[in-house]
């Protein structure tokens, strides 16, 4: 017995020798054999470099508001999709809640258990939607008998839910909690994760609007529009569940995971739609919103509305007019964009120089002034105040709405592109 336990503790040495205790002729060379992260541009998606610029108010201060004080801020490299989400994009998220829970109601092949004992969603095996069996499973997510036009069965969308979840660094930081068990800072938050579809109406009681919300998010024809009718609750999801998506697939393959998604901070949407020009007022320059021929640069409200001079009457394909010096499109008009910032008049007086930005997790009984969140570029129903690069706005983040949109960004990992 005695000497079974020597040669294991032999054999131990000899393990922890190989691992690299004694490797490097006792010099220190770090941790060898580690795959190199090699930095890409995820699809869909722009480099923005890392730079300085003024943050604030390009123009007068018509209203005199006093919320967008100049000063001079610092942004880190990040990538940012060039167009807004599109109905099609968002529709793969929706799709994959549903394929989810379909699959786990089925069981069987569609459901694997891993080491841990863990059951996950096995997605190599095909899922069939008109297999008698599988409309069966699924009648526990289709309307009621007595819900349905003609007998048409389709699916009760307040259904779709996803279960998001994130550590939340911020709250884990501050020195109060520091003695705090992990699981205190695990958030996870329940999103219904279809739009809704019904604000074309709820935001315009006495205009005609019932096309829009039969066919808007569904139909090809919108496919290329910007989904709208998200909260921000539903643009938060969106960025976790394309965060694990995309990490999933990149551990698959042997790689190390990339940054997650998020939305923007509101001083790096400025800085992207400023496109790099120096106090422009709008992302293509200015001071002008029509350009030489005369042409309008973007979808909003000219004039006292005249909705179709710009070439569209409320939304337009996101790759509509031209994009500004980074390559993004719709950085002014179209849909207005949800960012990760809280919003407060003075946020850009107290907020840091480098990559400022003011964040504040409102909880459900908190007062309606602590849950609005940011919005910015202005949008189809807006004048053109709003389409400015300066312009601040908000909108409360439980409430969704047919003038607001989204798109992600990820940080880079590193300086800039340039020192790669």
Same mark, same amino acid.
């Given at each position: ?207 005609? /609007? ?10 090809? +024809? #919108? *496919? !290329?529009?910007?989904? &709208?009718? =998200? ?98 499109? /719709? ?10 910032? +809280? #919003? *407060? !008049?003075?946020?850009? &007086?107290? =907020? ?69």
């Amino acid at each position: 017995m005695k000497r079974t336990t020597l040669f294991c503790l032999a054999g131990l040495s000899a393990v922890l020798s190989s691992c690299g205790l004694n490797s490097g002729n006792g010099e220190l060379i770090g941790v060898q054999g580690r795959n190199a992260f090699k930095p890409f541009i995820p699809y869909g998606m722009v480099y923005i470099p890392s730079g300085s610029y003024h943050m604030g108010q390009s123009d007068q201060d018509i209203a005199y508001s006093q919320i967008a004080h100049n000063r001079q801020v610092t942004i880190s490299a990040f990538y940012m999709d060039e167009t807004e989400i599109t109905n099609n994009e968002y529709r793969q998220f929706t799709r994959y809640v549903q394929d989810s829970i379909v699959r786990r109601l089925i069981g069987g092949e569609h459901i694997v258990t891993d080491a841990d004992g863990k059951e996950n969603i096995n997605w190599k095996v095909k899922l069939d939607y008109s297999d008698p069996a599988v409309i069966e499973t699924m009648s526990e997510l289709l309307f009621p008998e007595e819900e349905r036009i003609f007998g048409k069965k389709e699916i009760d969308v307040k259904k779709l839910i996803y279960n998001a979840e994130w550590f939340d660094l911020r709250e884990a930081s501050d020195k109060a909690n520091r003695d705090k068990s992990r699981t205190a800072f695990i958030k996870k938050d329940q999103v219904p994760v279809y739009p809704d579809t019904l604000c074309f109406l709820a935001d315009f009681a006495y205009m005609m /609007n019932e096309p829009m919300v039969e066919k808007y998010f569904w139909h090809p +024809a #919108y *496919d !290329e529009y910007p989904v &709208v009718g =998200v909260s921000w609750r539903q643009a938060r999801a969106f960025c976790v569940w394309r965060s694990k998506m995309l990490e999933d697939y990149k551990v698959m393959q042997g790689d190390a995971p990339p940054n997650n998604f998020r939305m923007p901070t509101e001083a790096e949407w400025e800085y992207a739609s400023r496109g790099g020009r120096i106090g422009a007022d709008y992302p293509w320059g200015g001071p002008y919103i029509r350009n030489s021929k005369g042409c309008l640069m973007a979808n909003f409200k000219p004039g006292r509305g005249n909705y179709v001079d710009d070439g569209g009457l409320q939304t337009v394909k996101v790759t509509s007019y031209f994009p500004n010096d980074y390559g993004l499109y /719709n950085m002014a008009g179209n849909v207005a964009e949800w960012t990760s910032t +809280a #919003y *407060d !008049e003075s946020a850009n &007086v107290f =907020v840091h120089d480098l990559n400022p930005n003011y964040t504040y997790e409102a909880k459900p009984d908190d007062p309606e002034v602590l849950k609005r969140k940011t919005v910015r570029g202005g949008s189809w129903k807006d004048i053109g105040y709003f389409l400015q690069n300066g312009t601040r706005s908000y909108e409360y983040q439980d409430t969704a709405k047919s003038y607001i949109g989204f798109r992600c960004v990820m940080s880079y990992m590193g300086r800039s592109i340039s020192d790669e």
